[in-house]
C-alpha cells in the first residue's frame, strides 16, 4: 500500500451519503428521462429510503438563482432542518455560502437544528463559483484565493463558537467579542461539534480545508486525481499539526460520483451514452462558462472543472469522472479501490434517485461490506461494523433499467 494509507483506516467502513435533489432537473444536465423530483414530498420519501438502505448521510445544495437546468431551488439550511426532522438516522448536511450567512447566525441555527434531530446537523461550506449570484444580491464578490481567507475565518468562527464560551475572534472579515452561545450543540460521543464539512478543489481550497474542516469534499475524480487532492489536503493538515493529540483530529474524504449500476456494464455504459447524447447543451454550455470563476481563474488554474470536458459537465459536479458505472460488483470494486487510496466516505448521485439508492443498498453494499472486511483481514485487522447504519430495507425493486 501507499504512503496514504494511513488514513485509509481499513478498518473502518466506508460512509455513504447522496445529493438531496432540492433543485430541480435531476443531478444530470439532460433531457434523458428522470424519475427524480425536487419537490419535498419526494424527497422526505427519498430520505427515508435512504436510511433504511444504509446511507448515513444526506447533503443538501445551496442554490438561490435559476441556472444551467436548475430552474427552481429549495433553500439549503429549511431543507436541511425538515430532511431532519422527517428521518430518525440520517445526518444531513446543509450547504452554505460564507458570503451569504454570518457565521454566528449559522452556528445558533445549526445548533437548534442539532437540538430538534437529537445531534445529526451537519454542514458543508462552500466558497462560491456563481458570481451572478452575489453581484445581483448586491454583495461583495471576492477574488478566487480571498473567498478561502473567508471561509476559513468563518470556519474558525462556528468552531469557536460550537466548542467555546466567551469565544472571540478577530478578524478581516469577522469580528466577534466574547460570545458564548446556549444550548451548546448536542453532546454526541466521538463528535466535537456539528461536523464541517468543505467543498473545493483547487489548491487554495485543499489547503484550508487541510487547516480547518473536519472533511475535505471532492468533485468527482479518477484515481490519481483524487491522489494529487487527498496529498494537498494532507500537506496542509500536517502543517499545522493536527491529529496530534490535544489538535483537532486530521481531515477526512469524501468523494463525487454519479452511480449507474445495471445488470450488466452494457447496459450501464448505454445509460451513460444517452445521458450525454440528451445533454441540454446550452445548459452545459452556460454552466462551464460560469464556472470559469473556479479553479481556472487561479494562478496556477488548477480546482473545479479546470479540466473537465463537456461531457464531464453534463454531471455538474463531475461525477461521471470516479466511474461508478457498470454492475454492482464493478462498481463495488471500484469504491474499494478508493478506499485504498484514502477514501473515507463516498458522496452519490443517480438517475432515477428514489430506486436506485434502494437498489445501491441491496445490491451494491453487501458487495462492498465483503471486500472491506477480505481487505481489512488482508491488512491484519478487522472490518469494525458495530457503528455502522445496516440497511433494513425490504425492498423488491430489481436493477434499474432506464
Ligand atoms: C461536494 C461539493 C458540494 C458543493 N456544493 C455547492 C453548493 O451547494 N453550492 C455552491 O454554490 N457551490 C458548491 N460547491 C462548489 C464549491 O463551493 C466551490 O465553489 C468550487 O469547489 C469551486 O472552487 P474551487 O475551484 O476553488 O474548488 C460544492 C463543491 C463540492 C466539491
Redesign the pocket.
Known sequence: MNDISNIARLSEPLKFAYWVPNVSGGLVVSTIEQRTSWDFDYNKKLARIAEESGFEYALT???YAASYGADKQHEATSFSLALLAATERLKVIA?V?PGMWHPGVLAKYIITADHISNGRAAV?I?????KNEFINFGLEWLE?DERYVRTEEFIRVLRGLWTEKDYSQAGKYYNITDFTLNPAPVDVPGRAHPEIFF????T??QATAGRVADWY???GKDLEGFKENIAGVVAASGETGRGTEAQLAAPRFGL?GFVIARDSEKEARDTLREIVEKAHKPAVQGFRDAVQE??ASTKDGK??WADSSFEDLVQY?DGFKTQLIGTPEQIAERIVAYKKIGVNLF?TCYLHFQEEIAAFGRDVLPIVRELEADLARRNGTELDLSQTPVASASSTTGLVNA
Open positions: 445544495q445551496t442554490r450547504a455560502h458543508n462552500v466558497s462560491g463559483w456563481l478566487h467543498g473545493g478543489n483547487s487554495a481550497a469534499f471532492s468533485n463525487n473556479a479553479g480546482g473545479m459536479n458522496l
